[in-house]
């Protein structure tokens, strides 16, 4: 018999409402309902599910998803990293109980939730979202536990862990279940919108994440491709040997714990195997990117201890601390923002702009993005400041995987990754990749003029 997990005894898809409400089960599956639908998979240290029916109820929630709303899903996942885990009181109605990192993931779906909300009262096109929290014991335990800052000595096992995980088939099959949940046609039904599906992984759950998809990429059967037959409401496009295929829409890895050379090894598959990304669209004309990997310059835990723990291997790097794989930079300028009041719909929530890019037609264009100065207050307009997303060179090369370090200002140490200003900068990478539209009525129309 398999292991009972040690948070979700009985119960691991939830819907909670915008205000934190949480119902065991999936609830209602409406837009504009203010609420989403989260899904919780665990894994044991040997790599095995701690639930097996965690998955089967995963993939259950999306496919109710995409059938119950004619707009389909948002599907988002994410592995969590080092010093985390999937622990979480739903019985606690301040919200604030459990894992810091399981919080703000739950936090960032009532963003998500509440954008499509306002897309749904205006432009009757919001989508269901649905969160896939991957939980592994990722947290200092024992004696460990109590140690204060000695309590990174956890690093060496819980890499391990993380490798493990990362290899083993248990992943891999979630992995593969989630991308035919999302992409394939659903059963029954004449009516085929295309969902998107965003992939996650932090510090040591990028290693496990960048892994599997690795992996996957590479299998004979090609998994991670499922037919085009739905029809894509944003005007970008996937190919491999210039077919369309239904395909992950992005993966992101924030402060990647994961050897470089398993990202050169998956930009090295995706060239090989000749895929390609497009973002043609009304005056839109680039190529977004698949695979993203963001680390914050003040990562001391990626570029030092990492590194300290690779023994004789000491001249490794991961993704972010690798000059060699770095396509673009992300900087703060002195460009004077002209962000207004979002107006319309509104139920408060932090926002960012993102600016036309420039110049146009080039295939790796740069992009403006305005960020926050501070969260937001009802009463008081919001300041913004500018970054700058630009390529390393001219641009005229498109680059299936973007690579960089963000200021510390954004992210400031390997945990930093759900502040106000590093979520929306997540939220506006996710853009550019091509698969939300935030509040705009279709996809080109997320880039806003000055």
């Known amino acids: 018999m398999p292991t009972p997990s040690p948070f979700f005894p009985s119960e691991s898809v939830f ?33 095995s599910f701690a639930e097996p029916a965690q998955l089967e109820r995963t993939l259950n929630a999306i496919e109710k998803a995409r059938t119950d709303n004619p707009n ?8 969590h990293g080092w010093h985390h885990n999937a622990a979480w009181d739903i019985n606690d109605s301040s919200g604030k109980s459990g894992d810091t990192h399981f919080r703000s993931f739950r936090e960032i779906l009532r963003h998500l939730t509440l954008r499509e909300a306002e897309r749904y009262f205006q432009h009757a096109s919001g989508r269901r979202i649905v969160g896939i929290y991957l939980g592994w014991s990722g947290a200092a335990d024992g004696w460990l536990a109590g140690l204060g800052p000695l309590k990174n000595l956890s690093f060496w096992d819980r890499y391990e862990t993380a490798e493990n995980i990362g290899k083993e088939d248990s992943l891999r099959k979630a992995l593969q279940g989630i991308v035919a949940a999302v992409k394939d046609p659903l059963k029954n039904t004449a009516v085929q919108t295309e969902s998107p599906l965003i992939l996650i992984g932090h510090s040591m759950g990028a290693l496990m994440l960048e892994s599997a998809f690795l992996s996957l990429l590479r299998a004979k059967d090609q998994p991670l491709l499922r037919p085009q037959r739905s029809s894509n409401d944003r005007g970008v496009t996937i190919q491999r040997n210039g077919q369309s295929f239904c395909f992950p829409d992005v993966l992101i890895a924030l402060n990647s714990a994961a050897d470089s050379r398993i990202a050169q090894e998956i930009l090295l598959t995706l060239k090989d195997q000749k895929f390609s990304k497009k973002a043609a669209v009304n005056q839109l004309d680039y190529s977004p990117p698949m695979l993203i990997s963001a680390t914050s310059e003040a990562d001391s835990a990626t570029g030092q201890i990492w590194r300290l723990a690779q023994g004789i291997n000491f001249r490794r790097r991961t993704d972010g601390h690798d000059d060699s794989l770095f396509t673009h930079s992300l900087e703060r300028t002195n460009h004077p923002c002209s962000c207004k009041s979002i107006g319309g719909v509104d139920f408060g929530q932090d926002w960012h702009c993102l600016r036309p890019p420039y110049p146009s037609g080039m295939p790796t264009p740069s992009f403006a993005i305005d960020l926050p100065v501070r969260k937001r207050e009802r009463d008081v307009e919001d300041q913004h400041e500018r970054y700058e997303l630009c390529p390393l060179g ?19 140490d390997h945990n930093d990754i759900f502040n106000f200003k590093s979520t929306l900068l997540v939220l506006a990478l996710i853009q550019i990749s091509g698969a939300t539209m935030s509040l705009a009525e279709d996809w080109s129309r997320n880039f806003e003029p000055e």
Do not use: C, K, M
Not at 72 to 79: E, Q, T
């Open 15 to 47: 819907t909670v409402d915008a205000d934190g409400t949480v119902f065991a089960g999936q609830q209602r599956s409406n837009p504009n309902d203010q609420s989403y639908d989260l899904s919780v998979i665990e894994f044991l240290d040997d790599g």
């Open 394 to 412: 001219e641009g005229t090369s498109d680059h299936l995987a973007w690579v960089f370090q963000v200021p510390e200002e954004i992210i400031n």
């Open 72 to 79: 389909g899903a948002l599907v988002l996942l994410f592995i």
